[in-house]
């Protein structure tokens, strides 16, 4: 089977129907309006995501699925082992490569140098589903290089790796939804997964609220580690996202997006919760 064409194909595929789709819910359904036009900010979030995708193809040389299938053999992995039935490693790969990238999101808030790269994600005053593009590439380079690293490790099943990758695309550009389930399904779906309300309070404009709900797609992470936030402490009508003291700056022009995190600015303490 050639993973490396089937991830690709797959992959893409995801990624338009998820975007297009979270896309048409929440012009129809929009829980805040936007001041930025939404056609500036689909090309310069794409384009910033161009430049990422790029990056990634000449320096990382292979794919998550791919590395698994190359690791599948290896006598050094933790969930490779013939004794263990299939299904399991393919659940238990699923759920610690979420709990890694929890800890990958994490260390952005907490590393003061990855914070200043991931300045670029929570800069974004105007939160909609093309925020799910915006990401440095740096930081793209970041999170694959760990994620990687994750996947040698474990040396999971391609198949288990192929589906959390598809899992994360999804919830990616859903959990940055302008919109909102309704309340009953809400309260169901974010007992396990991140929903939009659910993120929508990281992306707030308050620094201790920034360190809450920092999971990827499930959201017992942040209950076990104590970073769950049910709601933002503002009331809807007061509450802002993007980063308090860049309200001067166009924060879509591509040229502040590459260079923000190299710029002579302020930086905003990276865990002002004495809790966290």
């Excluded at 933002?232 to 502040?256: C, H, M, N, P, V």
């Amino acid at each position: 089977m050639s993973w490396a064409r089937i991830e690709g194909d797959a992959y893409w595929i995801c990624f338009a129907v998820a975007f297009l789709a979270v896309a048409v819910w929440e012009s129809l359904h929009p829980k805040r309006e936007s001041a930025a036009p939404a056609g500036r900010r689909w090309r310069n979030h794409g384009a910033l995501l161009l430049v990422g995708a790029v990056c990634s193809a000449l320096l990382i040389r292979i794919s998550p699925v791919v590395l698994a299938a190359n690791v599948a053999s290896s006598r050094f992995g933790l969930l490779n082992k013939p004794w263990l039935p299939w299904l399991l490693r393919c659940a238990l790969a699923v759920v610690l490569l979420d709990l890694l990238q929890y800890w990958i999101h994490w260390s952005f808030h907490h590393v003061p140098w990855l914070w200043r790269v991931h300045q670029v994600h929570h800069s974004d005053e105007n939160y909609d589903v093309s925020t799910g593009a915006r990401f440095h590439p740096v930081e793209t380079l970041w999170s694959t290089g760990i994620h990687l690293g994750g996947v040698a490790l474990l040396a999971p099943p391609p198949e288990a790796v192929f589906v959390a990758g598809l899992l994360t695309l999804i919830l990616n550009f859903s959990a940055h939804a302008n919109a909102s389930l309704p309340n009953w399904v809400e309260m169901t779906v974010r007992r396990a997964f991140i929903t939009p309300d659910l993120h929508r309070i990281h992306h707030s404009q308050d620094m201790l609220e920034q360190q809450r709900n920092l999971g990827q797609t499930f959201s017992w992470w942040d209950r076990f580690f104590g970073t769950y936030a049910p709601a933002a402490s503002a009331e809807e009508g007061a509450f802002r996202t993007g980063l308090s003291g860049l309200e001067s700056y166009d924060s879509l022009g591509i040229g502040f997006m590459l260079m923000e995190p190299f710029a002579k600015q302020k930086e905003p303490e990276v865990n002002p919760d004495p809790l966290a």
